[in-house]
């Protein structure tokens, strides 16, 4: 979890300047120890361009991680990508995604 908080500090330049390599880092690392937010970030780095080329499939494949793991705001990005169609074809996942997104609490983005 302070991996997370490291790098939103180093994301938004709180206490120091901006720095999107110490911010991906951080958020990789995060994801090492299997933290649905840091895999839900690093998903976030490949569909931003934050210190990394921008690469949608990598992006679903890691909001789709997140997902698994449990982080409502990964479930809600990889229903996007379906009703996108970034890197899949559109089907019935959308409906399951919005609704397992909605059932997780997030209710604001739907």
Partial sequence: MIQIV????CHY???DKKDEHK???YYQKSLEIGDASGTFNVGSCYQNRIEVEKDKCKAFIYYQ?????GN???TFQV????Y???DVEKDNKIFIYYQNSANMGNVNRI
């Fill in 13 to 15: 330049g709180i206490e």
């Fill in 23 to 25: 911010t991906f880092i």
């Fill in 65 to 69: 991680k997140s997902a698994e793991i």
């Fill in 84 to 86: 996108e169609e970034i």
């Fill in 79 to 82: 229903s996007n990508c379906y």
């Fill in 6 to 9: 490291l790098a939103n500090c």
């Fill in 72 to 74: 409502v705001d990964g």
